[in-house]
């Protein structure tokens, strides 16, 4: 047996003990090597997660700030005025927000309709990138597109939400964002010195670097990285090896976006993660050699020295296992010593890093619940402005807010609204139970509160501020009003929160929203909420009040246009009933005597003529503004209609002592009209040609047709050589009661009515008039556009005045003006008739019970009973059935017109009539005639 010294003993003990100390602390070393890196890659990986958690916030809120002003009023709109007001209001969230290039809004097709950073009407342009406004449309959802340089080469990467409406995506809204503002997010992230962070986009191009962010910007990842990304495949995450853009080699993680196809890579250098356990490594290689070296000479005294700080790290590794703290204690042998302080550092830095690992996971559930929070407030501000939209009646519209709030906000909510004299008036008081609805609204009407009062009504419509507290607040009870202190305490009210509404820059009333038995409170989101609601419940209210308004305004307009209506009736009356005397009392003078009184009598039908024309005009412009003319179209040859206005305005005329030259072509011009209202258009350009064309100097009259079917147009000019238009009045020469400068005399005469009536007429018929002059002094000309029928019109005669009656007649006038009823009768005397005047229908009555007549010229507007009635009751009597009525007043409306033929008339004249006219009409009806109430009915039916 080999004998072996207590030097060798010792150095077999040393060796012995230091070497499985040695052995032990190398795999500790190992483990916590090992526990270090997967540690690090913990670390790494999830501050890529709270990154990419943070990135991600950021375009949220960047998609919440665009979403809410997607849903404002002016969004959506079409109208130029719409798209400014929008641009308004874009251009002030724009100014708010100094990490966007600009805000615009894009039609579904691409086109840009403004844009906050150009000048607005700078031209029409696209969206630059257009596979994301694709997706909005395609999903209708928000959608973050990659970076890319805009038109001025800078880069920035594209936010877009849809506008919608009625569910349908109207328009795009866009913010154009900077890729600082991304790179703003990773420094506040305070990333430790030597760690890399990096967002990429869609198309894996780098948009921003916590360090040398515009050096890299824009650039691809590194191979190593597309490698480790490649590994990854549709995973959200991954940790490996890669190298930087700068060429480090870094333990890198990479995490996805939650809500887009962007991601973040996190990266911290190799070399810096290691060092420490370098070190370590080093020192402990230090110790071993020292020891054994030292071990021989300090063998006798160190073994005992060893076994104990040996047992010290064995407790340190048992407490870094469990994850408790250790503390070193020094034992005198570096090397225990330095793992011992390895072992506390290790276990100090696994609670740094769990804490801060227990921080990010604490910060990301915070800002998911936030979001969560906020898009739930977004759906329920939609869904109450869908509710809100449906009905313009004010009823409905409260109960629509009621319904909205409670329960989902609050227990109960008020509603009091300020009338036309600024006074509150309760609207709406609603609680979640149906049965203390009445209650608590009794108990309301029963209080009033001062506007000093703060949470009372009138003090929030007074101040325009908002109340929101919770009752335990401190000192709140004590500072309320006392009846809002009772109406608290006997409501149970533990928050309240009192909104003015304000709708279009006015108060018009205030909004309560009540906890009571549910104990909720209200926090400041909460507050935002019911303010939110309260804008759109506001804007909802102000909607039913305008409505309310304009319905009023209308029922006035629609009373002023039906008094309007009547006052022209009466006018027209009251103004033919006198012509009608005047214009007879002149025909029989001159059918006793033609050279009496020549001059005197020409002069006496031209103004009789010429306030017959006014009346007319008046009447005719009344109908034509209220949309009530009626055209009886027919096929016609309007050379026929020339002819026929050329013989109306014959009086006219002659006064020049020159006719007009007319040209008219050898073919027919087949047009499809009314004839009396065409010929009446004609007319007015003629008659406007006279009165302002001295005698001597020329008025043409030309008509053509022009263009190929089936576009063709027939051409009626009217040409003078007059007195001109001036420039400025020629835009306005067929507008209503516009005239040019006339002298004090006012020679011309008239009342500005004729060329409005024609052109209105004109367009009636799908036509148009226009008018050209070269300047005052140097004629105008008028002309006329019609379109031109294709098949040619036959010849048909306009009305006009028939043959002279062969055989006389018995005829009654009834009439309630003496001096009509007594002119007219003469003048029908003067051809043969035997004619009895009677002036109110119960003497016409009585005179044709005493013998009857063939025919009756009756005014409709008698004293007792009216001219209408009598003919009912002429027609319902068969001894006076078959005869000939005529109505012959001063109502000369269409209206009137067919009411005269639904009571029995066979035909309606307006004073003052033609007396041949009425005469050749009496007759022609007197000839058609047959006995008997049947054939009355046939030959009305026929002539009607």
Known sequence: MRIITMQGRLMLIVSVAILPLALVCGLALY????????????????????????????????????????????LGSTTPEGLAQARQLASAVRRSHPEWVSLLLAAPDGRVLFDTDAQPGAGTRRVVESGSLAQVLRTNQPAVGPMVPGPAGRLAFAVRVPVLRDGETRQVLTAVVLPEALASVLRRQGAPEGWILSVFDSRAARVARNVDDERWRGGPPSPSLQQLLDEMGSQSEGVGTALTADGVRAQTAVARLESFPWFVAVGTSVELAESPFRRSLLAYAAGLLVSLAFGAAAAWWVSRGVTRPMARLREQADALGRGEPIAPQPSGVPEVDAVGDALAAAAGQRQRHEAERQQLLDAERGASAAAQAAQQRLARLVSAGAVLSQSLEEEATLAAIGRVVVPAVGDLCRIDLLDEHGVLQRKLTQHFDPARTAAIAAMVSERQASSDAPGSFPWAIATGRTFLHNIEDAGLPASLDPQLRDFVAALGITAGCIVPLVARGRTIGAMAVLQAESGRRFSADDGALVNDLAQRAALALDNVRLLAQARAAQKQAEDANQAKDEFLAMLGHELRNPLAPIALALQLVQRRDPQAFVRERQIIERQVRHLSRMVDDLLDVSRIVSGKIVLRPEALDLRDVVARALELTLPALQQRGEMPQVRLPAEPVPVQGDALRLAQIVGNLLNNAAKFTDPGKAIRVGLAVEGEAPQAQAVLQVIDEGIGIDAALLPRVFERFVQAHQPLQRAAGGLGLGLAIARSLAQLHGGSILARSEGPGRGSTFELRLPLQATPASPQPLPGPSAEPSAPLALLVVDDNADAADALASWLELDGHRVRAVHSAEAALEALAAAPADGAICDIGLPGMSGLQLAERLRAD????????????????????????????????????????????????????????????????TMA
């Open 31 to 74: 483990a916590l090597l090992d526990a270090q890196q997967a540690s690090n890659r913990a670390t790494t990986l999830g501050v890529a997660r709270a990154v990419a958690a943070a990135v991600d916030g950021e375009l949220r809120l960047t998609i919440a700030t665009l979403d809410a002003l997607a849903l404002t009023e002016p």
């Open 878 to 941: 068969p001894a006076t059935a078959g005869m000939a009525l005529v109505a012959l007043t001063g109502y000369g409306r269409e209206a009137d017109r067919r009411g005269a033929l639904d009571a029995g008339f066979d035909d309606h004249f307006a004073k003052p009539a033609q007396g041949e006219i009425l005469l050749a009409r009496l007759r022609a009806i007197v000839d058609a005639r047959g006995p008997g109430p049947v054939a009355w009915r046939a030959a009305r039916n």
